[in-house]
C-alpha cells in the first residue's frame, strides 16, 4: 500500500523538498517530542531517587535520539535524502495507487506528517483529516482505518526504534539491503512464486483477497521460507474484512485490492525490541511480579562468562539454538559478568571492527583467523563483547551447516574445530576496554560444533599450564545430532593435532561408519566439567538408550558424579501481555477474560475465521514435520470438524501456521478449502501473527514425538492459553496436567501419554469440553497459566548455580 525508501524506493521520493507549512508543523512535533520526552526523564529521576540503576534512562535516551536526529535533518537547507547513514526512525513514503481504504493495527508510537496530499483517518470513533503540513501522533495499539483520493506523500518518525529489524538470508546469515549507487536504499529482487512476489526484506505483494507473511521460524526450523495466503478470499462469512499483519505500516489495502505486509525477520523468536526496550520490559515485568522469589547470590559473579556457538542471533540462526545463545549473551551480562559471545563470521556484520587475528594449527598445516568485534551496552556498566572467527571456510552463502541440494558441507569437522581453538584463544590474547579476560573462565559450549573445546582445553592448554583454573561447561540443546565422521579421514593426531590417547575421547560409532568414527558432541560430553539440558525432563531422558542416541553410558557415568543437570530455557520478556504491542488489547492476571476476548475476536477477523467467542480455537505454530507431530493434528482435523451431537466436536476452529514438508503445506492448505471458516492454514512464518495467536487461541496445541525444552507451550501460558502437549521432555516440565480434579488448582495444561492419534484425541477432548462446559475450571487453569513465571531470571538463577558448582570443583576427570 506504501513505498518507503528504505524498502522500496519510487522514483519521486529519492528527494523530497518540504513546504513551508510541513517544515513548520515537523518542528512543532519535534519540540513536542522533546518534551515528553523531558516529562519522561523528570518522572523518571523521581522514581529512581532511591534505586541504583538507571534503566529506564535507557529507553528515554533512544527517544531523545530520534528527535535530535530529526531536529539536525530539519536543520539542512537541502532536500531530503534519507540514506543508510541518515537520521534513525525516519522513513519517507508514499501511497501506492492513486485512491484507497486499508485498516491499520499500530505497532509502535510514531509520528505521522503528510507531505504532499490528505489522509481521512478514522481512530477511536473520531473522524480525521490530515492535509498537507499537518502531523499526527499514532500510538502503539491503536486501530486505525486510513482513505485517500489521491497519491498521498508523507514521513513517519518512529518512536523508540523497535522495528529496524536486520535480515536473514535464506542460508542463516544476516544481510542487510543492498544500496544503490546513490546511497538510497534498494529493495532485494523478490522471488515469484504462486501465491505473488514475496521480498525477502520489504513488502510481501500477495494477490487480490489474500492474506500473507514474511517467512519467519519456530525454535528448530532449518530453513527460511516463503509465506502464502491463509485463505482464498478476504470475507468471512459475517462479512467482515481480513485484517494482515504488520509492523509500523498500515498493511492492508480494502477488500479486492493488493494487502501488504512488512516482514523483514526469519525467526519467530526474533527480538522485536532493541537493548534499552529489554531493559525497560525487565524493569517492568519485575516491577510487576509480586511473588517473585529472591534473587539467587552468585558467588563467582566476578568470572567472566565466554559463550561458544556456531549460530548467534540476530547475526546468524537456523533455529532455536541462536535465540537461546543471544540470550545467554545478555542475561549473564545483565547479571553483572564480564561477558564474551564467540561465533564464526558467517557474513559482513555491520558495525564490527577488526580487533586481532592468531595462527591455529589444523589439518597439518597453519591457519589465521581474524576477530571481528562489536560491543553492545545494556546499561549500568554492562554489556556483551560480541567476537567473530573470520576465515575464508565459514563464507558459504549457501547456508551455515550445508547446501539444501547436496547436504552438509564436507569440511564441517575442519570449520568448527577451527572455531573451538579460535575460541580458546580469544580470551588469551584479545585486548577488549583495556585488558584480555584470562585465563579465570567459565566457557559455555553449545551442542556438537562446539564439542571440541572442552577436549582442546585438556589436552591444548592445560598440559601446557594454561587455563589450570577454568572450567566448561557442555550444554545439550540437541542430542539428536552429533558430529560424527569416518576417523581414517579426520585422524586424532595428524588432523586434530591431538596426542593418541585422546582417540578413547573422540572415539564414537555409527551404523555406517562402524568404529571407524569420530564424534564431536560424544567427545564434548566426555571432557566437559559439567553438563547442561535444556530440561530438568530432558536431562533424565538423555540417559536413556532411547533418548540418549548412543551416549547414554558415558552420560550415566557423568551424572553419577553429580555432572548432569536439567535446566529449562527461559522465554524474553517480550513475551507479556501487559506490554505486548502486537495484541489488540493488552491484559494482565486481572482483565485477562476481557482481554483474551477482544484479541480472540480480532484473531478470527484477521485469519478469515468465523467471529464466535463460543466456538473452541485451537492453535498450532511450528515445523511441519514428523517430529512436532503435524501428522496426529491432520489426522484428528475430521473427528474435530464433525458434530457429533456432544457440544464438543464441531464447535472448534483451527489455526496452523508452519513451514516444512511439502507433503504437510500441502494437506495443510487442502484442509483449509475443505472447512472454509473453521480452518486456517498459513504456510510460512510471521513473529507477529505468532503474537496474536498466542493472546487469542483458547488452546496451543504442542505433540511433539520428542522435544528438549520447546518454548510455545509457555509463551502460550504467559497468554492464559491452555497447551496440550505430549508428556515428553521440557513439554513435561513446563506443563501441569489436569489428572483429575484435585489438580484444578495447579494444571496449566493437557498431558497426553503415547505419540498416536487416539491418546492425543482422549486429551484433546477433555481441553475442549473442558472450554465448553466448565467455565469455572477453564478459568481458573487460565489464572494458574497466567501466574506462571517462565521469564529468564529464574533459569539464569540455576546457571549461577551451576557456574558457582563448577568453578568451585575440580577438574573433571574420566
Not at 276 to 282: P, V
Not at 504 to 514: A, M, R, T
Given at each position: 500500500m506504501f513505498d518507503y525508501d528504505d524498502l522500496e524506493v519510487a522514483e519521486d521520493v529519492q528527494q523530497v523538498s518540504l513546504s513551508a507549512p510541513a517544515q513548520e508543523s515537523l518542528r512543532s512535533l519535534v519540540g513536542d517530542m522533546v518534551s515528553r520526552v523531558d516529562s519522561i526523564k523528570a518522572r523518571v529521576d523521581a522514581k529512581e531517587q532511591d534505586r541504583p540503576h538507571a534503566r529506564r534512562r535507557q529507553a528515554t535516551d533512544a527517544v531523545s535520539h530520534a528527535s535530535l536526529s530529526f531536529a539536525e535533518f530539519l536543520g539542512k537547507p537541502e532536500p531530503l535524502l534519507i540514506d543508510g547513514d541518515g537520521p534513525r526512525g525516519l522513513r519517507v513514503a508514499r501511497s501506492r495507487t492513486d485512491c484507497g481504504e486499508a485498516i491499520q493495527m499500530v505497532d509502535c508510537d510514531e509520528y505521522l506528517v503528510v507531505v504532499t496530499g490528505e489522509?481521512?483517518?478514522?481512530?477511536?470513533?473520531?473522524?480525521?483529516?490530515?492535509?498537507?503540513?499537518?502531523?499526527?501522533?499514532?500510538?502503539?495499539?491503536?486501530?486505525?482505518?486510513?482513505?485517500?483520493?489521491?497519491?498521498?506523500?508523507?514521513?513517519?518518525?518512529?518512536?523508540?526504534?523497535r522495528h529496524q529489524r536486520r535480515a536473514v538470508s535464506d542460508a542463516g546469515v544476516q544481510t542487510e539491503v543492498p544500496k544503490s549507487p546513490s546511497g538510497v536504499l534498494k529493495p532485494l529482487k523478490p522471488p515469484v512464486g504462486k501465491f505473488g512476489d514475496i521480498g525477502q526484506a520489504g513488502y510481501i505483494r500477495t494477490p487480490p483477497h489474500s492474506g500473507s507473511g514474511e517467512s519467519a521460524d519456530t525454535a528448530d526450523n532449518k530453513e527460511a521460507s516463503e509465506s502464502t495466503p491463509c485463505s482464498e478470499t478476504d470475507v468471512h462469512s459475517h462479512g467482515g474484512r481480513r485484517v494482515a499483519s504488520a509492523t509500523s505500516s498500515p498493511p492492508p489495502e480494502s477488500a479486492g485490492m493488493c494487502e501488504l505486509t512488512r516482514g523483514a525477520s526469519l525467526s519467530t523468536f526474533e527480538q522485536l525490541?532493541?537493548?534499552?526496550?529489554?531493559?525497560?520490559?525487565?524493569?517492568?515485568?519485575?516491577?510487576r511480579e509480586i511473588e517473585r522469589p529472591a534473587r539467587y547470590g552468585a558467588r563467582h559473579l566476578n568470572t567472566p562468562v565466554v559463550i561458544v556457538s556456531s549460530e548467534l542471533n540476530p547475526w546468524s540462526k537456523t533455529g532455536g539454538l541462536a535465540m537461546v545463545v543471544g540470550s545467554y549473551a545478555y542475561e549473564f551480562a545483565v547479571r553483572g559478568h564480564r561477558t564474551m559471545a564467540i561465533s564464526p563470521r558467517y557474513g559482513d556484520y555491520q558495525n564490527c571492527q577488526r580487533v586481532g587475528a592468531t595462527k591455529i594449527w589444523l589439518a597439518?598445516?597453519?591457519?589465521?583467523?581474524?576477530?571481528?568485534h562489536q560491543r553492545q551496552d545494556f546499561g549500568n556498566g554492562r554489556g556483551c563483547d560480541y567476537i567473530f572467527v573470520d576465515h575464508d571456510c565459514f563464507h558459504r552463502p549457501q547456508g551455515l551447516y550445508?547446501?539444501?541440494?547436496?547436504?552438509?558441507?564436507?569440511?564441517?569437522?575442519?570449520?568448527?574445530?577451527?572455531?573451538?581453538?579460535?575460541?580458546?584463544?580469544?580470551?588469551?590474547?584479545l585486548n577488549l576496554g583495556g585488558s584480555v579476560y584470562g585465563e579465570e573462565v567459565c566457557f559455555i559450549a553449545n551442542d556438537w560444533q562446539t564439542g571440541m573445546l572442552p577436549v582442546y582445553l585438556n589436552y591444548k592448554y592445560k598440559r601446557n599450564r594454561t587455563y589450570h583454573k577454568a572450567r566448561c561447561m557442555m550444554v545439550l540443546h540437541n542430542m539428536g545430532y552429533q558430529g560424527k565422521y569416518r576417523m581414517s579421514s579426520f585422524p586424532v593426531d595428524r588432523f586434530f593435532g591431538l596426542p593418541y590417547e585422546a582417540v578413547?575421547?573422540?572415539?564414537?560409532?555409527?551404523?555406517?561408519?562402524?568404529q571407524d568414527c569420530v564424534n564431536l558432541l560424544g567427545a564434548g560430553v566426555r571432557r566437559a566439567d559439567r553438563v547442561l539440558t535444556v530440561s530438568p525432563n530432558y536431562a533424565f531422558e538423555i540417559q536413556t538408550p532411547e533418548g540418549g542416541h548412543g551416549l547414554h553410558t558415558d552420560l550415566r557415568e557423568k551424572a553419577s558424579k553429580g555432572r548432569v543437570?536439567?535446566?529449562?530455557?527461559?522465554?524474553?520478556?517480550?513475551?507479556?501481555?501487559?506490554?505486548?504491542?502486537?495484541?489488540?488489547?493488552?491484559?494482565?492476571?486481572?482483565?485477562?477474560?476481557?482481554?483474551?476476548?477482544?484479541?480472540?475476536?480480532?484473531?478470527?477477523?484477521?485469519?478469515?475465521?468465523?467471529?464466535?467467542?463460543?466456538?473452541?480455537?485451537?492453535?498450532?505454530?511450528?515445523?511441519?514435520?514428523?517430529?512436532?507431530?503435524?501428522h496426529l493434528i491432520l489426522e484428528c482435523l475430521p473427528w474435530l470438524m464433525r458434530n457429533e451431537?456432544?457440544?464438543?466436536?464441531?464447535?472448534?476452529q483451527?489455526?496452523?501456521?508452519?513451514?516444512?514438508?511439502?507433503?504437510?503445506?500441502?494437506?495443510?492448505?487442502?484442509?483449509?478449502?475443505?472447512?472454509?471458516?473453521?480452518?486456517?492454514?498459513?504456510?510460512?512464518?510471521?513473529?507477529i501473527i505468532e503474537h496474536r495467536m498466542m493472546a487469542g487461541c483458547d488452546i496451543l496445541l504442542m505433540p511433539s514425538q520428542y522435544e528438549p525444552c520447546g518454548l510455545p507451550q509457555m509463551y502460550a501460558q504467559q497468554y492464559a492459553t491452555l497447551p496440550v502437549v505430549h508428556e515428553t521432555g521440557g513439554l513435561k516440565d513446563s506443563v501441569r496436567g489436569l489428572w483429575n480434579d484435585q489438580e484444578r488448582h495447579v494444571a496449566t495444561g493437557f498431558l497426553f501419554g503415547g505419540f498416536d492419534t487416539n491418546r492425543l484425541k482422549e486429551r484433546l477432548y477433555q481441553a475442549m469440553d473442558t472450554f465448553r462446559h466448565k467455565k469455572a475450571l477453564w478459568g481458573q487453569m487460565q489464572m494458574n497459566a497466567i501466574k506462571c513465571n517462565y521469564y529468564w531470571p529464574q533459569a539464569i538463577d540455576e546457571y549461577e548455580k551451576n557456574i558457582d558448582q563448577v568453578m568451585e570443583d575440580e577438574p573433571y576427570q574420566r
Open positions: 489522509f481521512r483517518l478514522e481512530k477511536a470513533g473520531e473522524h480525521i483529516t490530515i492535509r498537507e503540513g499537518q502531523g499526527i501522533f499514532l500510538e502503539a495499539g491503536e486501530r486505525v482505518t486510513w482513505a485517500w483520493d489521491s497519491v498521498v506523500q508523507f514521513i513517519t518518525i518512529l518512536l523508540p526504534e525490541a532493541d537493548n534499552a526496550e529489554k531493559l525497560w520490559l525487565r524493569q517492568e515485568m519485575e516491577e597439518g598445516q597453519e591457519h589465521e583467523v581474524q576477530f571481528y550445508g547446501d539444501p541440494s547436496s547436504g552438509e558441507y564436507s569440511d564441517n569437522c575442519f570449520r568448527f574445530s577451527l572455531l573451538c581453538i579460535a575460541a580458546a584463544e580469544a580470551p588469551l590474547v578413547q575421547d573422540l572415539q564414537g560409532e555409527d551404523l555406517n561408519f562402524g543437570m536439567g535446566i529449562l530455557n527461559g522465554i524474553s520478556d517480550e513475551w507479556n501481555p501487559s506490554t505486548d504491542p502486537h495484541i489488540v488489547m493488552r491484559y494482565e492476571r486481572d482483565n485477562f477474560e476481557e482481554g483474551k476476548r477482544c484479541c480472540k475476536a480480532e484473531l478470527q477477523r484477521q485469519l478469515g475465521l468465523t467471529e464466535d467467542p463460543k466456538l473452541c480455537l485451537i492453535g498450532f505454530c511450528g515445523r511441519l514435520c514428523y517430529q512436532k507431530g503435524i451431537g456432544n457440544g464438543v466436536n464441531g464447535f472448534v483451527v489455526a496452523m501456521m508452519g513451514k516444512g514438508e511439502l507433503k504437510y503445506e500441502r494437506e495443510l492448505r487442502k484442509a483449509e478449502e475443505q472447512y472454509p471458516g473453521r480452518v486456517c492454514a498459513f504456510v510460512g512464518f510471521d513473529p
